[in-house]
């Protein structure tokens, strides 16, 4: 036995559950080894313990199981079935022992090929029938049991539950050893189409968390799915925190049994009506309490699906030991964070004690590649690390920003960050909306999962906005002063002015955040409630917002806000209407955010400079390092700056250029805190040289699914120069890409602003031609196309 299992405090019991052996079953147990399992994560993963009072049931489950057992068992003797070569046998349900007030009995006489047992049956089913016990039965010889699993996939896992009543006990363990053989063996081949089988079904019924009337059975988290579960964990291939999800799993039960005795049927769907009378029959203290107790074990046990079904992606992509590549286990993503089995987890170079931000930085790495945050690591993180100072390091509001704006890969990293505690170190205002049911019917969520729906659409929406990193904000807490008395986003305003602020955001931020919580329902609400042409109409957005850069935010905003509502909240009328008085609004107001002018700053230019060198400069502070470089100016200078940064993967925070007299001079914040200039110089004069090639190894990865770049010519913008906006995802390269394709195009850039918001680049180009002004309307067109297709175009073939 390995150290490793030795160590391992799973027991093989869990795989080869002793309630459902026959006393002679374990022998078998010396002869199957446990699957070699992870660090257990369910010891970090918090506990949310049932609330004191509450009824368990798993005394008259066991009392009902004992009950059928014995009338199944002098069934099968009164018939005269033989001892030798067949079986009665439980499965699914009733194999587990879990009966339910109103549960079938299900059961299957089995027996060995030749074996008649025709005669047997009849006399088995009647007593059974003549009790008043629901019976769904069948007759199958050894074979033929084997088949059915090979053949239907819910068989299969039926069988896997298979439990000995009567007659021969050696055919059952030979039946049960071979299907759970036959499970692993083939486990590769049949868990894509079980997955596909799982997704159809939460597609078709909906989540236990969110649904108005929740089906504890067949919805999304329900009992369904932690029957699968266990069945993964069968496969030997991945782990589950096992604890908990039986922990989970009879708190379910014992729901249903529950919701079954009021009811006074079988029924798994508990209707508005019956959250009291539920509530009081499990000791709750009210309707509201057993609504949050039954979604919060829905969540639960769909945190642990969600959890498992990426791990088991991860198996079945792994390659075969004899094929593994030859590659670290640790695959490096940031500071102190790397990806190990399709999961982010610490390096040994972290120190969470003395690093506030590693927990958003492992999160974020984890939704922007959309694998696993790992629970132990996330939970190690809330407990051991160090909290977050106030004001927030501008490290910490980026990645926050850049997690929050990472698409479907939120969802995941959020769940993980809700059930490890995680998230209450960061955002402790969660809490206030977490399971909050929301009032009006329209909604498929509850209040915190609808946040976090409307982020994920917010960041399709970063593009049309000056300031991505406050509409993400401003997303996560549009909705955070529900569940007091007061109109929600009244109390939300004052709650988002609190925590931008802590978050370290500008005071304009922080207003235009608070202003966007406050007002986040005006636009939808007045699009579709008043005469557009009634002037009235325009000076009431006008009057809330005053700006066109806060009338752009609130558009997305809205539009994010009600695609997480249900498709009817952003139907093609209500879009038309919104966007509409949106156009007229902003036709009232200015006309667009006005752009940073040309930057006049005069700095004295170094001898080193004055002979044809070039000068680089390092300050350093406590949030990060200023590089300040200046050079004899010429076409194509900024994109040498630019690659020596983006060469040596050196994120870009904001960016200052300029040209003064014939010098360029240009002034770069970066997150990096140890920077020497020397290294610098040798990485730049390598690619003013040509010995490195920048151009094929900063373009984006082909497979990247980031929003399109946009980049406008803004001819308001200036009459001294031609000005570009681009906007484009974060990434080392962006200037150097932009840059180089207008030095090919002869044009000199005159003055840049570089600005990273959050997940997006925002950056501003005065353009002029070498020796002649404004561009022509030509030219800036020809600018505009080459710069998109130079940030849009995919690498080709791999870097070197």
């Not at 972290?350 to 790992?374: C, F, G, N, S």
């Not at 998230?423 to 909306?433: F, K, V």
């Not at 919104?578 to 902003?586: F, G, H, Q, S």
């Not at 200039?677 to 003013?688: I, S």
Request: glycine share 6%; net charge negative; charged share 25%.
């Amino acid at each position: 036995m390995t150290k490793e299992r030795q160590r391992s405090d799973h027991p093989t019991t869990f795989f080869v559950s002793p309630a459902t052996l026959h006393p002679t079953d374990f022998r078998l147990l010396r002869f199957a080894p446990p699957p070699q399992v992870r660090e257990d994560p369910e010891a970090t993963l918090r506990r949310r313990k049932p609330p004191q009072g509450l009824r368990v049931t798993s005394a008259d489950r066991a009392r009902r199981t004992t009950e059928a057992d014995a009338l199944c068992t002098t069934a099968y003797a009164d018939s005269g079935g033989p001892e030798s070569g067949a079986a009665l046998v439980a499965v699914g349900g009733y194999g587990r022992s879990e009966l339910a007030p109103y549960s079938d009995l299900d059961v299957v006489l089995v027996s060995d090929e030749g074996v008649d047992v025709r005669s047997v049956a009849e006399k088995v089913w009647y007593p059974l029938w003549d009790s008043g016990a629901k019976l769904d039965h069948s007759v199958r010889t050894m074979p033929e049991m084997v088949g059915a699993a090979d053949a239907d996939l819910k068989v299969a896992l039926g069988l896997l539950d298979v439990r000995h009543l009567a007659g021969d006990p050696n055919l059952t363990l030979r039946l049960r050893t071979t299907m759970l053989a036959s499970w692993r063996r083939t486990a590769k081949e049949r868990l894509p189409a079980l997955k596909e089988m799982v997704w159809a079904r939460h597609e078709s019924i909906g989540e236990v968390a969110h649904l108005s009337v929740p089906d504890i059975k067949e919805a999304e988290g329900g009992l369904r799915d932690a029957t699968v579960l266990k069945a993964l964990v069968a496969t030997w291939m991945v782990d589950v925190p096992h604890v908990e999800l039986e922990r989970v799993r009879l708190t379910m039960l014992d729901v249903r049994d529950a919701l079954q005795d009021n009811a006074g049927r079988p029924t798994d769907r508990i209707n508005p009506e019956q959250w009291s009378d539920l509530g009081h029959a499990l000791g709750l203290a009210d309707a509201r309490a057993a609504q949050v107790h039954v979604r919060e074990l829905g969540r639960r046990i769909t945190h642990l699906s969600h959890l498992t079904w990426r791990r088991v992606d991860a198996a079945l992509a792994r390659p075969a030991p004899n094929q593994r590549a030859r590659r670290p286990d640790l695959t490096p993503l940031a500071p102190g964070v790397a990806l190990a089995n399709g999961e982010v987890v610490l390096d040994r170079t972290a120190k969470p004690a003395e690093d506030p931000v590693l927990l958003l930085r492992a999160a974020t790495a984890a939704a922007e590649h959309d694998v696993v945050l790992a629970p132990a690591t996330a939970a190690r993180l809330a407990r051991e690390g160090v909290a977050l100072p106030t004001p927030w390091p501008t490290e910490a509001r980026q990645l926050l920003v850049r997690l929050l704006a990472s698409g479907r890969g939120l969802l995941g990293v959020w769940e993980t960050l809700e059930e490890t505690g995680a998230l209450s170190r960061a955002l402790p205002e969660w809490d206030r909306i977490r399971m909050l049911p929301h009032a009006s019917a329209i909604h498929r969520f509850t209040v915190d999962r609808h946040v976090v729906e409307t982020c994920i659409e917010a960041s399709a929406l970063i593009r049309q906005v000056a300031r991505p990193d406050v509409l993400m904000v401003a997303a996560l807490l549009h909705d955070i002063g529900k569940g007091s008395l007061t109109e929600h986003s009244v109390a939300g305003e004052p709650i988002a002015r609190e925590v931008a602020t802590r978050m370290g955001f500008a005071p304009d931020a922080v207003d235009l955040i608070a202003r966007l919580v406050r007002w986040h329902l005006v636009l939808a609400e007045t699009a579709t409630t008043r005469d557009p042409d009634d002037p009235a109409t325009v000076e009431l957005i006008t009057q809330r917002l005053e700006t066109a850069e806060a009338l752009d935010l609130l558009l997305a905003l809205s539009e994010a806000d009600a695609k997480a509502t249900s498709p009817k909240a952003w139907s093609a009328w209500r879009a038309g209407l919104i966007r509409d008085l949106a156009r007229r609004a902003r036709a009232a107001l200015d006309s667009g955010v006005a752009l940073p002018p040309i930057v006049t700053d005069d700095v004295e230019i170094p001898k080193e400079v004055r002979r044809g060198s070039a000068a680089i400069t390092v300050e350093h502070d406590t949030d990060g390092t200023r590089v300040t470089v200046i050079a004899p100016d010429r076409v194509g200078l900024l994109a040498d700056f630019a690659a020596m940064f983006a060469l040596q993967r050196i994120p870009v925070r904001a960016a200052r250029a300029w040209a003064q007299e014939q010098y360029g001079v240009s002034v770069w914040e970066v997150g990096v805190p140890d920077l020497d200039a020397a290294v610098l110089r040798t990485r730049y004069e390598a690619v003013v040289a040509g010995r490195l090639e920048a151009a094929q190894r900063l373009r984006r990865a082909a497979s990247t699914d980031e929003l399109e770049p946009t980049v406008a010519v803004r001819p308001e913008a200036s009459s001294h120069a031609t000005v570009l906006e681009v906007r484009t995802g974060d990434r080392p390269g962006v200037v150097y890409l932009a840059c180089a394709a207008l030095a090919d195009l002869d044009i000199a850039v005159r003055s840049a602003h570089v600005d990273t918001l959050g997940p997006q680049a925002v950056d501003v180009f005065y353009l002029q031609e070498a020796h002649a002004g404004v561009l022509s309307d030509q030219r800036a067109s020809e600018a505009a196309h080459a710069v998109r297709a130079a940030l849009a175009q995919p690498v080709t073939e791999p870097a070197r």
